[in-house]
């Protein structure tokens, strides 16, 4: 899907990880006058093994040992990210004077929004991102909207809206990362937008600690086995599933530890829990979607899970009346949207434009959003 840059068009370049950790993601991306978004490159940079296996721990809600590892951390992300930008353009052969700014999210080490008083932290120094691109760089875009009484999540349903939403058409747009999120589009009515549960981060972590692989390609491992109504009921009770929009969540809550509390002594087949908590994906998902914009026709995924063909084709048995399809049937890579999507905000900073939507993050107005750390 990558496309040849048009010269007279600035260029932006996303940076995201998230809660899964897997690797950083890396887009270069114009956004013509007229509209629409031209994914020019991309990449998937991977972590130094044991800095991702320390931010896996941080971000299920493992302590920090000190204040030394805390400042030793962002400046290893933002190295481990600028290193991923560099490569970026290397790769597509664009020198760094073509880029505007680069927007990057950082990696969420913990998330409170109903905390007192609220916060989000994403590590990664944008002051070293951009000394070592030698790129204006937009950083630490979620805590305005949380200052502004927000969750600071999900920041991509207002790039959804303008890249994928439809005038006649009532639709939504699921992201399976670590976390599933959805963004409700209808027709007429206010966008909104939520995290819904657990997706790659549960369904990775317990592939990998019972195959010794990172991930479960193509959803193999969950096809094996059998889903177990009852842990997935038990998985369904835990009551934030019933919380109302708007809400948020991450790995700090949605672990291995958590999954295990509801198995407590009961024996089961590890490749039945790996299809259970695929089910858990979907029927959540389902739910939130039916409960709250049951009128949807168009289901668009994009993030990593559009690779699990058994979640995808679970999806589609649980929203008969629905076309679930990936995002890249309208020309949005679905491994690259989030990437896409920072990029897409590091422009709305860049141009003194708000790049929260209050009604999805239930912030009190819309906010400018980010640091802006000049090259």
Known sequence: MNTTADAD?????GLMSGTSADG????????????????????????????????????????????????????????????????????????????????????????????????????????????????????????????????????????HLGMLGAADEDRAVLNLGGIANLTLIPREGAVRGFDTGPANALMDAWC???????????GAYAASGAVDEGLLAGWRSDPWFALPPPKSTGREQF????????????????????????????????DALLAQQP???????????????QLMKRLAARLPGVQVESSAVHGLDPEYVEAMGFAWLAQRTMDGLAGNLPSVTGAKGPRILGAIHLA
Do not use: K
């Open 9 to 13: 068009v600035p260029l932006y370049l």
């Open 24 to 159: 950083i993601d890396a887009a270069l991306v114009q956004f013509p006058a007229g509209g629409g978004c031209r994914f020019v490159h991309g990449l998937t940079a991977r972590w130094e093994p044991v800095l991702r296996a320390r931010l896996v721990a941080l971000g299920e809600g493992g302590p920090l040992d000190s204040l030394e590892e805390l400042g030793e951390l962002d400046a290893r992300i933002a190295i481990n990210f600028a290193e991923a930008a560099n490569q970026l353009l290397a790769e597509a052969g664009v020198d760094r004077s073509q880029v505007r700014a680069i927007g990057s999210h950082g990696q969420t080490v913990r998330h409170r929004p109903l905390a007192n008083p609220a916060f989000t932290v994403q590590l990664g120094d944008g002051n070293r991102i951009a000394e070592l691109t030698g790129i204006t760089t937009v950083s630490d875009f979620r805590r305005r909207d949380v200052a502004a009484g927000g969750h600071g999540a999900p920041l991509m349903p207002a790039f």
């Open 208 to 218: 990998q600690r019972h195959t010794g692989r990172t991930f479960d390609a193509d």
């Open 255 to 286: 672990h291995l530890a958590w999954a295990e509390v509801h198995m407590g002594e009961g024996q089961y087949a590890a490749a039945d829990v790996q299809a259970t908590l695929l089910e858990l994906t979907v029927a959540t998902v389902a």
């Open 295 to 309: 009128q949807t026709r168009r289901l668009l995924v994009c993030g990593g899970g559009v690779r699990n063909r």
